[in-house]
């Protein structure tokens, strides 16, 4: 990939015009995302589980930019029902969309997600919230993306997927109790995967850059007027630790702050990989930005390192059929948007296409996961 150094704030071309969802908008990254989007003109949605945060996230946008076109939606990535609820009233209010950020994101998850969906059917929780649930979203939102020339799917990452390991065998199937650090070790339903939590989030960060990859290829493949991009924060103040033990928290937080800015940098620096990634006008399909100092965790965007684990193409088929699998949500790239809302077949044929070759691809397409 190339990319210029020194992208920086300055950089971020007028959106007027654009769309943009950005899931978990409300706080940390992605509200620092949203604000530069609005001030630059995008309408954006804040996708956000709790509306009350995103309503208060909305007004200090608007307190800052007295015009911005800001929205909030209520979003649970926890929750397959609020997932498909949240996009049938994202694809009735929105024709097309231009911008899809997949940004919310759980480190350590809190102790009372029992009665989530998720962790009812043996699914373990950060894996959901940081991949299965943006790959559905991005899923029941695809057409509309389609429907955009020159949209973007822009999927936030993190350094450590560097360490984390697909284990696909059992990915996702964990023992339901594992919200709490006092359950017992046991193999999970699928029976295979070791439970061993500080794992847990590597794992899903990976899956976060194995998605974006393989929906770029997917994307290329069909023609399709989209880019899935990918971009990491280095290390950035945010919420993001707050279910870790004291110590990581003292050492990440913002008191910290004035002896760990070699290592830790501030929301605002943090978010300018994801927006490098949603409006850098040279940005390619599957390219993948983070900071560019020392280590990846500071500075300003540039091309990321990824890991061979991650470019692995055989293992990214694997995660996107186990996907589809345990979200029930399977990608149509031949589609437009229905007027009702409803997805129906709209082809996306090359000019002078034939229908049977068109036929033909699609199958290829569909046929390859
Ligand atoms: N900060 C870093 O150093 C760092 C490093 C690498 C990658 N990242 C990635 O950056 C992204 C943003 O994280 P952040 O650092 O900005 O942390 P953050 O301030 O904690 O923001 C996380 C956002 O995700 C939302 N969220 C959590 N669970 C959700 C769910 N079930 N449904 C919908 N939204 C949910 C949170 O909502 P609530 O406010 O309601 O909890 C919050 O808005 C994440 O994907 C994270 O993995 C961050």
């Given at each position: 990939?190339?990319?210029?150094?020194?992208?920086?704030?300055?950089?971020?071309?007028?959106?007027?015009?654009?769309?943009?969802?950005?899931?978990?908008?409300?706080?940390?990254?992605?509200?620092?995302?949203?604000?530069?989007?609005?001030?630059?003109?995008?309408?954006?949605?804040?996708?956000?589980?709790?509306?009350?945060?995103?309503?208060q996230?909305?007004?200090?946008?608007?307190?800052?930019?007295?015009?911005?076109?800001?929205?909030?939606?209520?979003?649970?990535?926890?929750?397959?029902?609020?997932?498909?609820?949240?996009?049938?009233?994202?694809?009735?209010?929105?024709?097309?969309?231009?911008?899809?950020?997949?940004?919310?994101?759980?480190?350590?998850?809190?102790?009372?997600?029992?009665?989530?969906?998720?962790?009812a059917?043996?699914?373990?929780?950060?894996?959901?919230?940081?991949?299965?649930?943006?790959?559905?979203?991005?899923?029941?939102?695809?057409?509309?993306?389609?429907?955009?020339?020159?949209?973007?799917?822009v999927?936030?990452?993190?350094?450590?997927?560097?360490?984390?390991?697909?284990?696909?065998?059992?990915?996702?199937?964990?023992?339901?109790?594992?919200?709490?650090?006092?359950?017992?070790?046991?193999?999970?339903?699928?029976?295979?995967?070791p439970?061993?939590?500080?794992?847990?989030?590597?794992?899903?960060?990976?899956?976060?850059?194995?998605?974006?990859?393989?929906?770029?290829?997917?994307?290329?493949?069909?023609?399709?007027?989209?880019?899935?991009?990918?971009?990491?924060?280095?290390?950035?103040?945010?919420?993001?630790?707050?279910?870790?033990?004291?110590?990581?928290?003292?050492?990440?937080?913002?008191?910290?702050?004035?002896?760990?800015?070699?290592?830790?940098?501030s929301?605002?620096?943090?978010?300018?990989?994801?927006?490098?990634?949603?409006?850098?006008t040279t940005?390619?399909?599957?390219?993948?930005?983070?900071?560019?100092?020392?280590?990846?965790?500071?500075?300003?965007?540039?091309?990321?390192?990824?890991?061979?684990?991650?470019?692995?193409?055989?293992?990214?088929?694997?995660?996107?059929?186990?996907?589809?699998?345990?979200?029930?949500?399977?990608?149509?790239?031949?589609?437009?948007?229905?007027?009702?809302?409803?997805?129906?077949?709209?082809?996306?044929?090359?000019?002078?296409?034939?229908?049977?070759?068109?036929?033909?691809?699609?199958?290829?397409?569909?046929?390859?996961?």
């Open positions: 990939m190339r990319a210029q150094a020194g992208w920086g704030l300055a950089d971020v071309p007028d959106q007027r015009g654009r769309t943009a969802v950005i899931t978990g908008g409300n706080s940390g990254l992605g509200f620092e995302t949203a604000a530069v989007l609005a001030e630059r003109g995008a309408t954006v949605v804040l996708a956000c589980r709790d509306l009350t945060k995103a309503e996230a909305a007004a200090r946008i608007r307190k800052g930019v007295p015009d911005a076109d800001v929205r909030i939606e209520e979003l649970d990535l926890l929750s397959p029902a609020s997932v498909q609820a949240a996009a049938g009233r994202l694809r009735a209010a929105h024709p097309r969309l231009d911008l899809l950020i997949n940004n919310a994101g759980l480190m350590r998850p809190q102790r009372d997600l029992s009665a989530a969906a998720a962790v059917a043996g699914i373990e929780p950060t894996f959901y919230v940081n991949h299965l649930g943006h790959f559905a979203l991005t899923g029941l939102l695809l057409d509309r993306l389609l429907a955009s020339p020159g949209s973007r799917i999927t936030v990452s993190s350094l450590v997927h560097l360490v984390g390991r697909a284990d696909l065998e059992g990915l996702a199937r964990l023992p339901a109790p594992r919200v709490s650090p006092e359950a017992p070790r046991s193999a999970g339903p699928g029976g295979r995967l439970s061993r939590p500080r794992l847990h989030y590597p794992r899903s960060k990976l899956a976060n850059l194995m998605f974006t990859f393989e929906l770029h290829r997917r994307l290329a493949a069909a023609g399709a007027p989209t880019l899935a991009v990918a971009a990491h924060p280095g290390i950035a103040r945010t919420g993001l630790t707050r279910n870790l033990a004291p110590p990581a928290r003292v050492f990440l937080g913002v008191r910290a702050a004035p002896v760990m800015s070699w290592l830790i940098q929301p605002q620096m943090g978010a300018l990989a994801t927006l490098r990634a949603a409006t850098d940005a390619r399909g599957g390219d993948y930005y983070g900071p560019s100092g020392w280590f990846g965790s500071t500075g300003l965007p540039a091309a990321a390192r990824s890991s061979s684990r991650a470019r692995d193409a055989e293992q990214q088929r694997r995660l996107w059929r186990e996907s589809e699998r345990l979200s029930g949500v399977t990608y149509d790239f031949g589609v437009g948007p229905g007027a009702d809302g409803a997805q129906t077949p709209a082809p996306v044929t090359a000019p002078g296409e034939k229908p049977a070759r068109r036929a033909r691809r699609r199958a290829g397409i569909l046929g390859n996961g």
